[in-house]
């Protein structure tokens, strides 16, 4: 009796819109209240909240991460399997209409006839009918099927936005390590002319007698030590340009520049609440999808225990003529209710759903992981930030007071109050630190655009404006991301 009142109870369940299985519920993570290693006050403005092209001010660097979200091929790659999941959602969703199929036959065959005995006779027959059969969700496994797959599409949108950002972010990073290479090479060269005036002078001073071959082939040393650095330079610099053209999509071939890296200027915004970043990076956003589908087929593993309730129906005709099809004598047709289930499976169902249960642990965990993940890399890049700014003002100061012995030393020289070695030590300990300063003025650009990246800049981004991308309104969905954003053509002018 009480299994008997179950299936009833059951139907009202479904009836009522509920779906067997467990509703999701986003698992519990440790939020901590600020970041370690915070630069400012903390607030709930932060710099990802700013789109690509406000983050950065060189035209030159905006166009050519506008041609590569236009041309890049992993970006292309991303697109497609976005593309690939909106199919299959609306495949999954098919499931909740009526499926109809037709069918028809024409045949002839010999029989033998008893009336006319034991003689055969042909017998034309032809047949079309109709068919439809419809599953009623009545436990919602469907529409566990359905969430699944949606979480799907949510997730390979939010892979997408994560190959986005990661694009702006490596093609800025390679931008201005090209730029400062730019500088290494005009620092090399520097140097080159630098330890030939002091070569030239020497020399003058070894034919007037007044100083030593030693002198001479010192300086005619560092010369040649400062000219082999060049080549080092140029093939880092066409391997930099070489790997932009990749980002950008076509071949290799020379970058322009724009602003010098020491003229670049990057947001100095908060970095925002941490509780936030849950919201912002891509991929936090794209592991908690992964456990709202594994929670879905959870619900789809229980549904395939209940039996499947439907309706099947079939209208058609057969007659020995096809003229004949349309009389009323020849229709058929069927109506009917279907009750199907499992008996006996050999414990796949069982096995089915707990390997469900295993993926979603899996996913859960994952999800968590990526959380601790970021909070770990952002807090690391903050103290990364605030500490490039320390180490860059006391690259400048080394470079101003060795800028300045090397000014003295050679002034005390043509004195005769110092010796050449004064001269060449003072100018080969200039030259590192320039080319040290210059590194760090990159390495404190980068930390910026790694705190963008690692705080999920650009999350508002709309990605409806990309080339092949499947509209946010076409899905039917109620997108958490908001509203599409507008495209750098779009975008106001400050």
């Given at each position: ?114 009336v006319l005995g034991g003689a055969t006779a042909d017998f034309t027959n032809y047949a079309g009918a109709l068919n439809f059969a419809w599953e009623i969700d009545v436990w919602g496994r469907i529409r566990r099927a359905s969430e699944s ?346």
């Amino acid at each position: 009796m009480k299994k008997a009142a179950l299936i009833p109870a059951l139907a009202l369940l479904g009836a009522l819109g509920c779906a067997i299985g467990p509703d999701y519920q986003r698992p519990e993570i440790e939020v901590p209240v600020e970041y370690r290693g915070k630069v400012t006050v903390q607030e709930a403005e932060s710099l990802a909240d700013l789109n690509w092209w406000q983050v950065f001010e060189d035209p030159v660097l905006l166009e050519l991460i506008k041609t590569t979200l236009e041309n890049n091929l992993d970006l292309e790659i991303a697109v497609a399997r976005t593309e690939q999941a909106y199919r299959l959602s609306i495949a999954t969703d098919s499931a909740f209409y009526p499926q109809a199929s037709y069918g028809g036959t024409a045949g002839k065959q010999r029989a033998p006839v008893a009336v006319l005995g034991g003689a055969t006779a042909d017998f034309t027959n032809y047949a079309g009918a109709l068919n439809f059969a419809w599953e009623i969700d009545v436990w919602g496994r469907i529409r566990r099927a359905s969430e699944s797959a949606r979480a799907q599409l949510l997730a390979s949108q939010d892979i997408q936005r994560a190959v986005l950002l990661t694009l702006v972010s490596d093609v800025a990073t390679l931008y201005f390590a090209l730029i400062e290479l730019d500088d290494a090479q005009h620092i090399a060269q520097e140097a080159v002319a630098a330890f030939t005036d002091t070569l030239d002078l020497f020399t003058r001073k070894y034919e007037g007698g007044v100083a030593s071959k030693l002198e001479v082939a010192r300086a005619a040393a560092a010369r040649a030590q400062a000219t082999a650095g060049l080549p080092g330079i140029a093939i880092q610099i066409a391997a930099t340009e070489n790997q932009l053209s990749v980002l950008l999509g076509r071949p290799p071939g020379e970058i322009p520049r724009g602003i010098p890296l020491a003229q670049q200027h990057l947001p100095d915004l908060p970095s925002g609440l941490p509780s936030a970043l849950l919201e912002r990076r891509p991929d936090i956003r794209q592991a908690e999808q992964a456990v709202v589908a594994s929670n879905a087929q959870i619900g789809v593993a229980l549904g395939n225990f209940l039996p499947r309730v439907g309706l099947v129906a079939m209208w058609g005709g057969g007659a020995e003529g096809i003229a004949n099809m349309a009389s009323p004598s020849a229709s058929v047709w069927n109506l009917a209710a279907e009750l199907t289930g499992p008996i006996f499976q050999g414990g796949l169902l069982y096995a089915q759903y707990k390997s469900q249960q295993a993926a979603w642990q899996e996913a859960k965990a994952n999800y968590e992981l990526t959380a601790l993940n970021a909070f770990a890399e952002v807090s690391s890049v903050l103290v990364e930030r605030r500490l490039r700014i320390v180490q860059r003002r006391a690259r400048e100061t080394q470079v101003e007071q060795l800028d300045e012995s090397v000014r003295l030393s050679l002034l005390r020289y043509n004195q005769g109050l110092a010796n050449y070695f004064e001269v060449l030590q003072a100018q080969q300990d200039l030259y590192p630190a320039m080319f040290d300063l210059s590194k760090t003025r990159l390495e404190e650009q980068v930390s910026v655009i790694k705190l963008y990246r690692a705080l999920g800049g650009s999350w508002q981004l709309g990605l409806d404006w990309l080339p092949d991308t499947p509209a946010v309104e076409a899905t039917g969905i109620d997108w958490p991301m908001g509203s599409a954003a507008q495209s750098p053509a779009d975008a106001p002018a400050d």
